[in-house]
C-alpha cells in the first residue's frame, strides 16, 4: 500500500469547515483513499473514500486531485465533537473479496476550537 | 443494536497470566480483525480471518492465538502476558466482496499487564 503523509495537528474554528490535507504520491491505479478518524478512548469510524472522483456523504466530503497525489477531506461545519485524529490511508479496493489489514499511519490530530 | 461488541472494556492482569478478549459482530460480515494500538498510539493489524478461516497472521508472538468459533465472534487468547503486552486491541469487521470495504471497529480492550 502506498505512504501517506498528514500533518500532525490542525486546529479549526467550530462551525468553520476543516480541511484535512494528506499527500500520497505513490499512490497507484487501483488504490482507493480512505478516511478513518478515532475520537478520544474509542475505536477507529470510517468516514469516506474515493478513486478518483470528489465524494460526499453525511459526513463529508473527499476532493482528490486530478493526478490523484493528494486528497483533502473536507468536514463542512466542524463541532467540538470532531475533534479527533484523522488518518488517510491508501489502498487496494477489495474487489472480488480480501481481508488486508488497514495501515494505520500518524494521522493529524484535529482539534476543534470553541 | 451495538455492532462490534468487545468484552471485557478493561483488564488488568498480572505478567505472566492468560486471559482471553472476546469480540462479536452483529453485521452479518463474513471478515473479522484484530488490531493492537500501544501506548504511542500506533494502530497495527495483528489478524484477520474470513469466515473462520485465518487470513492474516502478522508478525505477533505465538503467544496470541485468534479463535474464530463462527463467523460473528473472533476471540483472542493470550498466554503468559508479558509487560510490552499492555495496550489497546479493537476488533474490527467487514464484508468480503464489494470494492472498498469499510471495516468496523470495536471499542476497544485495554489491557494493561502489571
Known amino acids: 500500500d502506498a505512504k501517506t503523509t498528514q500533518p500532525p495537528s490542525m486546529d479549526c474554528a467550530e462551525g468553520r469547515a476543516a480541511n484535512l490535507p494528506c499527500n500520497h504520491s505513490?499512490?497507484?491505479?487501483?488504490?482507493?483513499v480512505y478516511w478513518y478518524r478515532q475520537i478520544h478512548s474509542q475505536g477507529p469510524q470510517y468516514i469516506i473514500h474515493?478513486?478518483?472522483n470528489n465524494e460526499t456523504n453525511e459526513m463529508a466530503s473527499l476532493i482528490i486531485t486530478e493526478d490523484r497525489k493528494s486528497s483533502t477531506l473536507i468536514l463542512p461545519h466542524a463541532t467540538l465533537r470532531d475533534t479527533a485524529v484523522y488518518y488517510c490511508?491508501?489502498?487496494?479496493?477489495?474487489?472480488?473479496?480480501?481481508?488486508?489489514?488497514?495501515?494505520f499511519g500518524k494521522g493529524t490530530h484535529l482539534i476543534i476550537q470553541p | 443494536d451495538t455492532a462490534v461488541s468487545q468484552t471485557p472494556k478493561y483488564l488488568v492482569t498480572q505478567m505472566g497470566n492468560d486471559k482471553s478478549i472476546k469480540c462479536e459482530q452483529n453485521?452479518?460480515?463474513?471478515?473479522m480483525y484484530w488490531y493492537k494500538q500501544d501506548s504511542k498510539k500506533f494502530l497495527k493489524i495483528m489478524f484477520s480471518?474470513?469466515?473462520?478461516?485465518?487470513?492474516i497472521n502478522e508478525t505477533v508472538p505465538n503467544r496470541f492465538s485468534p479463535k474464530s468459533p463462527d463467523k460473528a465472534h473472533l476471540n483472542l487468547h493470550i498466554n503468559s502476558l508479558e509487560l510490552g503486552d499492555s495496550a489497546v486491541y479493537f476488533c474490527?469487521?467487514?464484508?468480503?466482496?464489494?470494492?472498498?470495504?469499510?471495516?468496523?471497529f470495536g471499542p476497544g480492550t485495554r489491557l494493561l499487564v502489571l
Open positions: 480471518y474470513n469466515n473462520k478461516e485465518l487470513i
Open positions: 490511508i491508501v489502498r487496494v479496493g477489495a474487489s472480488g473479496g480480501g481481508a488486508d489489514g488497514l495501515t
Open positions: 505513490t499512490i497507484s491505479g487501483n488504490e482507493y
Open positions: 474515493g478513486l478518483k
Open positions: 474490527a469487521s467487514s464484508p468480503w466482496t464489494g470494492v472498498g470495504e469499510t471495516q468496523y
Open positions: 453485521l452479518g460480515h463474513d471478515t
